[in-house]
């Protein structure tokens, strides 16, 4: 079955000593396309190269957990960089951006006023581009919901909140404010209850698969502190693990992996429409429009 990786971060450096390799274990475990976003001004320029390579697509903002040293200069370049690349296909929509109230460091009344400040911007360039956004909402929903409606675009957004993990209510505003629930390796987690009910009962138009390689390794890869500390290897998170995700997905709602893939697909290009074009012409995804 086709799959379609939503985030995952090819050019971190846990994956680049051995790049070609890491996609063509996903390839071979058939992930057909992957979604590579930035976190920050250094990396543009690399997610790009990364998805020309191998047939995938990117999208680029400043994440918020690198904010702390990003500057006004740095969203000035993002615009430029945007306005340059705004012909390229492969670029999919602004991201990784977000608020996260959840590092120590990123939660003085300066740092929060910055980072509000910083995805601010960018929701305007996103919207000035006509582009979605890759959201990052940790313990930020709320927040990251008003300035969604502050800077709503004409014909409302399109876009992922990556790696969701709210409540019931504020997955339903994510959809209302036209956000895709992001699922990955948490959802494998049996002690994670609020997010599998979730994941269970989220509608089926509402979400969208994604690994967050090399971060959020799912349960099998797991290694907790204690067992670090003795010297086990934590078993690292690539895009060939999201059919083993998907599978767990497919098993909280209660269908098949080739169900899962197939609306894995159309909630994709719903919330990444560039994807559309790109995916034509995987001979393994013939009908994403549909």
Known sequence: MPWIDTHCHLDAPELAADIAAVRERARQAGVVHCVLPAVERSNWVRVRELAHAFGDSYALGIHPLYVARATQADLDALRVELEIHRGDPRLVAVGEIGLDFFE???????????QEDVFRQQLLLARAFDLPVIVHVRRSVDRV????????????????AHAFNGSAEQAQRCTEAGLKLG????????????????????????WVLETDAPDIPPHWLYVDA??????????????AQLPRIAQSM???RSTTSALISQANAHNAVEAL?????????????PSVRS
């Open 226 to 239: 204690q067992a670090r500390a003795s010297g086990q290897a934590q078993g690292v998170n690539e895009p």
């Open 104 to 114: 120590p460091d990123l939660c003085t009344d300066a740092m929060r006023q910055w």
């Open 183 to 206: 699922f990955g390796g948490a959802l494998t987690f049996e002690r994670a209850l609020q997010l599998r009910r979730l994941a269970a009962s989220v509608g089926p138009a509402d």
């Open 145 to 160: 919901l008003k300035y969604l409606r502050e800077v709503r675009p004409q014909g409302g957004w399109h876009g992922i």
């Open 273 to 285: 429409p560039g994807l559309a074009s790109l995916l034509d012409a995987c001979e393994q995804l």
């Open 250 to 252: 497919a098993d909280l």
